[in-house]
């Protein structure tokens, strides 16, 4: 495993131990959301985001799917991704949902989930095979190396923001996905189409496709939809 300097908490997960970024609200308490890595890695970026979410009042949890590793190449970013079995990181995943609930701290009967390009994929699938300890799950740009498994379990509402001009989730596509998950899971997302390109909320801007205008709206309904749905 390598160093990341971003890990600060430890949690069982499917046989062993876990390793992520836990960032509390000054509150010290408020609903639990699990925030998932881009294809870079737990890098400044997720752990930001992960602060801005306790700054509004969230418990929130960013696993380290990489094992300490990260990258600003889009080619060893790609190979990471690949890597990285869907299913089982999924189950490692549900160990920061379990973490989460176990927490005092954790005011929320359910958990919500928020992921960044390939973690807005992994959200999917979290919500998939989690079922009712997902109370909202929203994807940025879902992006997976491989196809999603059954929605057949998902009753978690979705919320899910991709670029108009994003080649790696194109507006068909995410329109494809959209009509499976209904099928499967009798949920229709709400999946939202913006006039930008791939990881537009990506402040750090690795691709030059941040986006501050289209990523404030994305955030905002973001919040928004976090709020109504856990603290409910």
């Known amino acids: 495993m390598a160093d990341n300097p971003l890990q600060n908490v430890t949690f069982p997960s499917n046989g062993h131990t876990a390793h992520g970024y836990l960032a509390l609200p000054e509150s010290g308490s408020g609903p639990g959301v699990v925030v998932i890595q881009e294809w870079w890695g737990l890098t400044?970026?997720?752990a930001d985001v992960t602060n801005r979410l306790a700054a509004e009042g969230f418990v929130a949890l960013a696993p380290d799917l990489y094992g300490g590793r990260t990258t600003h190449d889009s080619d060893e970013a790609?190979?990471?991704l690949q890597e990285l079995p869907v299913e089982g990181a999924a189950r490692d995943l549900g160990g920061a949902v379990d973490h989460l609930l176990s927490l005092d701290a954790v005011t929320s009967e359910k958990i919500g989930a928020v992921g960044f390009c390939m973690g807005g994929g992994f959200v999917l699938v979290l919500a998939a095979q989690q079922g009712d300890k997902i109370g909202a799950a929203v994807p940025f740009y879902g992006v997976l190396g491989e196809d999603y498994p059954s929605f057949e379990n998902l009753t978690a509402p979705l919320l899910g923001h991709f670029g108009e001009q994003d080649a790696m989730a194109p507006p068909d596509a995410v329109e494809a996905l959209a009509d499976r998950i209904e099928n499967e899971s009798g949920t229709r997302p709400d999946f939202r189409i913006y006039p930008a390109g791939h990881a537009f909320f990506n402040d750090e801007n690795h691709m030059g496709t941040?986006?501050?205008?289209?990523?404030?709206?994305?955030w905002g309904a973001t919040l928004e939809f976090l709020r109504a749905k856990l603290e409910g």
């Open 44 to 46: 400044d970026h997720i």
């Open 78 to 80: 790609g190979q990471l």
């Open 210 to 218: 941040y986006d501050p205008v289209q990523g404030a709206k994305a």
